[in-house]
Structures are given as structure tokens and as C-alpha cells.
């Protein structure tokens, strides 16, 4: 029985993907590497520590993780003011439909809770989640299964009873890794991401409300 619809953001309920290319093109830039967007699709859905972690180990670059992130959180404020973000086409519909239906939702995402709770303030949409939790607060990020574990457990539902809706490929091993079905929502903005693992792959989350959730086969 679905209880409960777990959210990743980035790229599913906006599309942020490209303000976080630009600002860590912006970070790794002041540390001498130029980067392009096909040296970051890799890190989409991955945790911002793991993520720095890798790239400074690959580019021997000059800051610690922790300078590094402090850097990168820094420039994502300021980017939040020049970038006009909306929820993406089709999000509030599914989540006032969830709602009405009595289904809990939740987000799921790999970014700090800082940018999680400013972006879903400014999109209007904060009060339909029930939870929130960032990869940062888990021992491990995506691909493993703990930050959909733990908002399981947050929430009261068990993994069988969730659903998560994805938008790459890490999300999608974490969300099967957790025993949950998933969605994959195949957006351009997020790369090239292979979803084929997921329960369903839909181009617009218009496709979505609750029978069709309701419906989705394991």
C-alpha cells in the first residue's frame, strides 16, 4: 500500500541542476581547473562532501573539503538571487493531488538542508512536505540507501510503502538499494543519467498524480 512519495529536488521539484554546475564551476575555477558541465554530470545526486572529496583528490586542489564547501555555499546564495527559480511544471498539482489522497511526502536531497529549505520557501511549497533531510546528515550519501532509509523511518512508513521520484542514476540505486520503487524522471537539465532501472521513466511530471502512483508495479 503507498504511503508515503519521497522527493529528490534537485532536477525533480526544480531545476537547479544548472545553478549547481555554474557555482561549482565557479569553485573549482578559483582553485585554477576549468570545468565544463561533462566533468560534473558524474556528481549529479551525489552528496556535496563526497563530491569535493573525489574532485580534490582527482585535481589535487588547494582547499580543504570543508573550505571547499564553505566556498560553494557561499556562492549558492548568491546565485539563488540571480537565477529565478520555480517549481517544475506539473510538481504542485502532484502534491496538492498526494495531499488530498492522504499521501505523506517527503524530500530526499543531496544537497545542504541551507539551500533545501531556502529553495523550497521560495517556490511557495515547503508546508506539503512533511520531512526533510539532506545527504549531509546521513553517514552515507547516494547511491547508498541511508537518506531514504532514515526519512522513511522519519516519517512512520515502511520502505515498501514509498515511492521515490529520481532524477539520477545514483538516486535510483538508492531508492531500489532502500526497497522502495522508484521513478525516474528523465530530466535534460540533469545530463545524461541512466534511469533503466527504475519502476517507470516518465518525461514530465505531469505524467504523474496518485492512480498513477497508486498503479506502479514493483
Avoid at 578559483?30 to 562532501?49: Q, R
Avoid at 538516486?171 to 524522471?185: D, E, P, Q, R, T
Wanted: hydrophobic residues 45%; proline residues 5%; negative net charge.
Amino acid at each position: 500500500m503507498l504511503r508515503a512519495v519521497i522527493f529528490d529536488m534537485d532536477g525533480v521539484i526544480v531545476d537547479s541542476e544548472p545553478i549547481h554546475f555554474e557555482v561549482d564551476k565557479r569553485v573549482l575555477k578559483k582553485c585554477g581547473i576549468i570545468a565544463d558541465d561533462e566533468m560534473l554530470f558524474p556528481y549529479v545526486g551525489v552528496s556535496n562532501p563526497d563530491m569535493w572529496k573525489d574532485l580534490k583528490g582527482k585535481h589535487e586542489l588547494p582547499m580543504s573539503v570543508d573550505e571547499l564547501m564553505a566556498l560553494q555555499s557561499e556562492l549558492k546564495l548568491q546565485a539563488l538571487n540571480e537565477f529565478g527559480l520555480e517549481a517544475i511544471d506539473g510538481i504542485k498539482e502532484l502534491l496538492a493531488d498526494l495531499k488530498h489522497n492522504d499521501i505523506a511526502a517527503a524530500v530526499a536531497s543531496s544537497s545542504p538542508r541551507f539551500f533545501i529549505e531556502t529553495v523550497l520557501e521560495i517556490t511557495g511549497i515547503r508546508a506539503f512536505f512533511a520531512d526533510v533531510l539532506s545527504g549531509e546528515e546521513v553517514d552515507r550519501g547516494k547511491p547508498y540507501p541511508d537518506i531514504f532509509l532514515k526519512t522513511a523511518e522519519m516519517l512512520g512508513v515502511s520502505p515498501e510503502e514509498c515511492i521515490v521520484i529520481e532524477d539520477s542514476e545514483h538516486g535510483v540505486k538508492a531508492a531500489l538499494a532502500a526497497g522502495m520503487k522508484c521513478i525516474g524522471f528523465a530530466n535534460p537539465n540533469s545530463g545524461s543519467q541512466d534511469l533503466s532501472m527504475a519502476s517507470s521513466i516518465v518525461n514530465s511530471i505531469r505524467e504523474l498524480d496518485y492512480e498513477y502512483l497508486k498503479r506502479l508495479p514493483g
